[in-house]
């Protein structure tokens, strides 16, 4: 962001040192198409390993003919909607109807702006970390509301309205759920001396992942937030419109809700922005709750024998990228096996358990988390 | 650079809210506006604001509004309306804000406003903010929470009113209102409730029959459909 910092120092303001980066030139391109690169390649291996999952779970072989062990499915499945006729309804709102999957991902892409992958991996080292996620995560049912309205089709809306009340009602545990983590104790680091006004405190992922590294696998906010990982889990779940709360897009009962009237590249808008959040929950499940890029199993000194070089180190940098995707790995696991074993909640059903359960639950932890850090555990 | 093509996409976004035929349009681009007014916030170096208002008014406030104008039938404004007559008063009103922004900003801020206020423009570095800073979330803890409690707890109190308001206007009248509890439905045994003709009970193989008929239709379906989708 080329910022003009005069107009910004006439006005006495508190900021993190971190947030402004003062960038000479398009060097930053490079490691933003290098994610972009990453994220395309991990939406095709979620493509595929749901494919694999879903097999195995009907006792049936999974895809086969796109590629050695159907590998190359997502890629036929990416041509074959990239080559489909784009159907525009003839008297919809031509406008909205092709700008709301546009925003639908987009909110979802910026969300990988936050998401460490090592220590120096991390695109974006924002003061308000993860709450970038939460906010720009609030675009997304503008989108929703869009394409169902846009549509000209009065289940596509209320299937739009549906999913736009969905996603509203669980970003409220979400949140809670963030917000009990963020509150964490103060962690000196090795080399500092503990202030009271140090701004170790705020929503920082990099922060999150460092305040989990000190015991090794005990020392996952899994175990301090037991409660706050399964409402994660379920609020997830549902903001991703993943089944059981699938009913945006149910087949039998909606058509496919708000994306019916769409095809071709719009509707693999659509398909990606789903696979992608799915991708990026798992993503923050790892980093928020299941310690990040530490090598988790504890007294094995193995990153201290291969880092040679602390900050330098190649081979530490890829250690760190695939702990972080191998324990994203176990979010996306359970989320394709809920998917093709849980039945679909109705929406009543659905919102009741947002609003009535879900929230006061993660008030609850809230609760307990302020109360516990007061008696100083 | 960012500055002037933020605030511009601002202001021509708050220009079509009014003028946009669409309600829908009108309130998408009420959006527009708060995404741009979250930018400028950002180059003011009040990160946690601009994200709060991405939350809060869009998020919340921006997504009832769309609720509401999709789902009733608000007419699409007329062309050929006589916008004309309103010229006198909303001129006299639109003339005394004008001035009055005119009157509190001056030549430092906005360097090409013709302005006749030209004082000495105080631009200093904030040395301590360098040493150790606090964060946005920082401060506004500290302070809404410690020295300014009682207001927000006012205004907590607030919302619980907004919220108990909500909950009166759709609250059922329990008495007249038949309700199914599904787990009593499905708890019932259907060999003690119905009973045939010739007042004998059903036996287990007609109550199996009907529970089919009840759940899927007809009797001797087996199996289920699996949710297709890619």
Redesign the interface.
């Known amino acids: 962001?080329?910022?003009?910092t005069?107009?910004?120092?006439?006005?006495?303001?508190?900021?993190?040192?971190g947030?402004?980066k003062e960038v000479y030139g398009l060097i930053w391109i490079i490691p933003i198409l290098t994610l972009i690169l990453e994220i395309t390649i991990g939406v095709l291996v979620i493509v595929w390993l749901e494919r694999e999952i879903s097999a195995a779970i009907?006792q049936r072989i999974g895809p086969e003919y796109a590629g050695p062990l159907g590998i190359l499915q997502a890629i036929a499945?990416g041509t074959k909607l990239l080559l489909k006729e784009d159907l525009l309804p003839s008297r919809g709102?031509i406008r909205?109807f092709s700008v709301g999957p546009s925003i639908a991902v987009i909110s979802v892409l910026l969300s990988y702006l936050v998401i460490p992958f090592g220590y120096r991996l991390v695109l974006a080292d924002?003061?308000?970390g993860v709450?970038?996620w939460?906010?720009?995560s609030?675009?997304a049912?503008?989108g929703l509301?869009?394409s169902g309205?846009g549509s000209n089709n009065k289940y596509s809306?209320s299937g739009g309205?549906r999913a736009?009340a969905q996603s509203?009602s669980y970003?409220i545990p979400l949140?809670l759920c963030v917000l009990s983590i963020s509150l964490r104790l103060e962690i000196g680091r090795n080399d500092q001396v503990v202030?009271p006004?140090d701004?170790d405190?705020?929503?920082s992922t990099v922060d999150i992942v460092e305040a989990q590294s000190k015991y090794g696998f005990w020392g996952w906010n899994l175990w301090r937030q037991p409660i706050g990982f399964l409402v994660f889990l379920i609020s997830s779940l549902a903001e991703c419109e993943r089944?059981p709360f699938?009913l945006p897009?149910?087949?039998?009962e909606l058509v496919a809700g708000y994306q019916t009237e769409y095809s071709g590249i719009k509707y693999a808008l659509f398909?990606l922005a789903s696979y992608l959040n799915l991708l990026v929950s798992s993503l923050f499940v790892t980093v928020l709750y299941l310690g990040g890029w530490n090598f988790s199993i504890p007294y094995i000194p193995i990153p201290e024998l291969f880092r040679i070089n602390q900050m330098a180190g190649i081979f530490g940098m890829t250690i760190d990228i695939f702990i972080t995707l191998a324990k994203a790995y176990l979010f996306l696991f359970i989320s394709i096996t809920t998917r093709?074993t849980l039945p679909?909640m109705r929406i009543d059903q659905l919102l009741n358990l947002g609003w009535k359960f879900l929230l006061p639950i993660s008030l609850g932890n809230l609760l307990l988390t302020t109360s516990s850090q007061l008696v100083s555990l | 650079?960012?500055?002037s093509v933020l605030s511009s996409f601002a202001l021509v976004s708050g220009l079509m809210v009014v003028r946009a035929k669409?309600p829908?349009?009108s309130v998408?681009f009420f959006?527009l506006v708060f995404?741009n007014t979250s930018g400028l916030l950002i180059?003011?170096?009040?990160?946690?604001f601009?994200?709060?208002f991405?939350?809060v008014y869009?998020?919340?406030i921006?997504?009832l509004f769309?609720?509401v104008v999709?789902?009733f039938n608000i007419q699409i404004a007329e062309i050929h309306e006589e916008v004309l007559r309103y010229l006198p008063v909303s001129g006299i009103i639109g003339l005394i804000f004008w001035w009055e922004m005119f009157f509190i900003l001056d030549n430092e801020?906005i360097p090409l406003l013709p302005t006749h206020r030209n004082t000495t423009?105080?631009?200093?570095?904030?040395y301590a903010?360098?040493v150790?800073?606090?964060?946005?979330?920082?401060?506004l803890g500290n302070l809404l929470y410690t020295h300014y409690f009682v207001w927000f707890l006012v205004s907590s109190l607030i919302l619980l009113v907004a919220m108990i308001g909500a909950i009166v206007l759709t609250m059922h009248r329990t008495t007249r209102v038949k309700r199914q509890d599904i787990f009593r439905k499905n708890a019932l045994d259907s060999r003690r409730i119905i009973m045939k003709e010739d007042g004998r009970d059903l036996s287990r193989r007609e109550a199996y029959i009907y529970n089919e008929y009840i759940s899927f239709g007809s009797p001797r379906v087996s199996g289920f459909?699996?949710?297709?989708?890619?």
């Open positions: 962001m080329i910022i003009d005069t107009e910004v120092q006439t006005i006495n303001s508190f900021s993190t040192s947030f402004f009907q499945d709102d909205l924002l003061g308000i709450f970038l939460i906010a720009i609030s675009i049912p503008i509301l869009m309205y809306f309205l736009a509203i970003e949140t202030h006004y701004s405190l705020d929503s089944l699938d897009e149910a087949e039998e398909y093709w679909r | 650079m960012i500055l669409n829908v349009h998408l959006i995404c180059l003011l170096g009040l990160d946690f601009a994200m709060i991405l939350v869009i998020g919340a921006a997504v769309l609720f999709m789902m801020t423009s105080l631009r200093y570095m904030v903010e360098k150790q800073s606090w964060t946005n979330l920082e401060t459909e699996t949710s297709g989708g890619a």
